[in-house]
């Protein structure tokens, strides 16, 4: 088994220490980090909302899909070239609601005006995984697309979490599906309750 934990000191902290883990019988060893990871505007959140600017506070796997701008940087995972069309449907109403869409490019779909084109952000969508939250079920208005990503401002994030390009590179090649990977998100006081 593999585990991300993302710690940050308080909830409203902007950034936390990012570590990678893998089990070795009982115990959890350390692989890689402490990086400094990126996250909501305002903090963290285990309440989270639509557009609320917090990364939601919990225990999430991934998602069976990668996504990037970028050429596959040989993740053992699937892995989808973001392409002009794709987005990340962040409409409450939409029935895609927390999905990738893909529409014609050029097309103006009806959910375009809250949602992120993700063919528009070279930089953070130049590789990304997509962390599990809200997916089953999904429940509209309790938050979407929720990312790790490139940072690409070196600062907090409105609601996903973001590393350096190298690190996350890092973080997308040591990742196994077969290994069923967690990211743990939470503060210093919360984080052992996940």
Request: positive net charge; charged residues 20%; proline residues 7%.
């Amino acid at each position: 088994m593999q585990l991300i934990t993302v710690v940050s000191a308080r909830a409203r902290s902007t950034t936390g220490s990012l570590r990678l883990w893998r089990k070795s019988g009982e115990c959890w060893v350390g692989v890689d980090g402490p990086w400094t990871a990126h996250l909501g505007r305002n903090g963290v959140s285990e309440a989270k909302r639509e557009g609320d600017k917090t990364t939601p506070a919990g225990a999430f796997g991934i998602q069976p899909v990668m996504y990037g701008v970028g050429p596959n940087p040989r993740v053992r995972y699937r892995y989808h070239r973001i392409v002009c069309g794709d987005w990340w449907v962040e409409d409450t109403r939409s029935p895609f609601y927390n999905r990738f869409h893909h529409v014609r490019c050029g097309m103006k779909p009806p959910f375009r005006i809250t949602s992120e084109d993700m063919s528009r952000s070279p930089i953070s969508y130049r590789y990304l995984a997509v962390i599990d939250y809200n997916t089953h079920p999904i429940a509209p208005g309790r938050g979407s697309g929720i990312f790790l990503h490139v940072s690409a401002s070196g600062g907090p994030t409105l609601g996903c979490a973001s590393l350096t390009r190298a690190q996350l590179v890092t973080v997308l090649r040591w990742l196994d599906p077969a290994a069923s990977p967690q990211i743990v998100i939470g503060t210093a006081a919360t984080i052992r309750d996940y």
